[in-house]
Nanobody, 119 residues
């Protein structure tokens, strides 16, 4: 079992910023696409952003311009910088990593980190 380690959530005022991090421990696998999802209270988990191994990023509608995803392949770490945060961004944020051993591909999830945007 691969444990993804998330950090960076917290309480922030509207208009503020946060940076989330998610590290994949080193192992005998390659790390393909990495991404972030969020789950608002009472809602299903939703896609936020993803980034391929070669750095191509894509975002959910309404996210690009406020959030930026990036990764450091030397550290197996993905980041999400969130600016101009709104109360509607309040959610638990989960990172996702697609790991590959030969032809076997498995998605792993972080434990989730709470982001609360409130005055």
């Amino acid at each position: 079992q691969v444990q993804l380690v998330e950090s960076g959530g917290g309480l922030v005022q509207p208009g503020g910023s946060l940076r989330l991090s998610c590290a994949v421990p080193r192992g005998k696998y390659s790390v393909n696409t990495m991404g972030w999802y969020h789950q608002r209270p009472g809602k299903q988990r939703e896609f936020v952003a993803a980034i391929s191994k070669d750095g191509r990023a894509n975002y959910a509608d309404g996210i690009q311009g406020r959030f930026t995803i990036s990764r450091d392949n030397t550290k197996n770490t993905v980041y999400l910088v969130m600016n101009a945060l709104k109360p509607d961004d309040t959610a638990v944020y989960y990172c996702n990593a697609n790991l590959q051993w030969g032809k076997k591909v498995v998605d792993y999830w972080g434990q989730g980190t709470q982001v609360t945007v409130s005055p």
